[in-house]
């Protein structure tokens, strides 16, 4: 499993050049994206979630050519964006019941084995028939992977997870994903360290919409 980046440019329309020349080769564990506010990673993640075009440059995950086969990408893809509402007057079993039918799971006694193992491994069953609206902010992130990780997705995007949350909540958070990263394509966005030294075995550090360093979190760390 790999997903390959190559010279991908953007500049939005206010002349903000928020990808310069990206190229990036990520294989299968947790993938730590580093960089400031304002660096470019929330675009780099919708690109790469085909949520928004870039104006040049190739992203292909192993054989599909993410440009040209945006569906077949979404087949593969979990994604977390930075900014995740929740319904909150519906309950966690009823929404992810509802995104699993979306996602094409389509026989009933398999998607409420897949929701309900996902309740059990984000760690909600006790809280999976209340309603969103109660959930504290760790528990709408943890919410957030489980929503992101039906379908056993192959790609996984997460931008910015741990923002907000607090140390405890945090720790539950990087032990979820730390599980996850075992058998698919992670890429964590975050501006928070700690997050890729704890989590991540491959990291790059962007600013200004351009890839600074890339390598093992100790290599990025000596070259620093
Ligand atoms: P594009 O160049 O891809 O067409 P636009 O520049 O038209 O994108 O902006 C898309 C949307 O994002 C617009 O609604 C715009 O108001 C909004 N937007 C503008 N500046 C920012 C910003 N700095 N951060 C986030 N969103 C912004
Ligand atoms: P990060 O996720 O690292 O904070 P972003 O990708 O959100 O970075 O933003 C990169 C740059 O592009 C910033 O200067 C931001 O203000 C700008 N930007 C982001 N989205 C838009 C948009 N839709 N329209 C115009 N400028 C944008």
Not at 53 to 67: N, Q, Y
Not at 118 to 130: F, I, M, Q, S, Y
Not at 152 to 161: M, R
Request: glycine share 10%.
């Amino acid at each position: 499993m790999n997903l390959t980046i190559e010279n991908l440019n953007k500049t939005y329309s206010n002349g903000v050049q928020a990808l310069k020349n990206v190229s990036l080769t990520i294989n299968k564990g947790m993938f730590g994206l580093l960089g400031q506010n304002g660096a470019g990673k929330s675009t780099l993640m919708r690109t790469i979630a085909t949520l928004q075009d870039p104006d040049s440059g190739t992203i292909r995950f192993d054989d599909i050519d993410v440009g040209r086969q945006p569906d077949k990408l979404r087949e593969v893809l979990g994604y977390l964006p930075q900014e995740f509402g929740v319904y909150p007057t519906v309950t966690a079993t009823e929404l992810l019941m509802h995104i699993a039918d979306m996602k094409g799971i389509v026989n009933a006694s398999e998607r409420k084995m897949q929701v309900e193992a996902l309740l059990e491994k984000v760690n909600l069953w006790d809280v999976r028939n209340k309603k969103l609206g109660g959930y504290s902010g760790g528990m709408k992130q943890r919410f957030g992977i489980a929503q992101a990780l039906l379908g056993e997705p192959k790609l996984i995007i997460v931008d910015e997870p741990t923002a907000g949350l607090d140390p405890m909540e945090r720790n539950r958070f990087y032990n979820l994903l730390s599980e996850i990263g075992e058998n698919t394509v992670v890429i964590l966005s975050t501006h928070i360290v700690e997050d890729v030294s704890t989590l991540c075995s491959q990291m790059a550090i962007i600013g200004k919409g351009e890839v600074l360093l890339t390598g093992t979190p100790d290599d990025v760390e000596a070259a620093l």
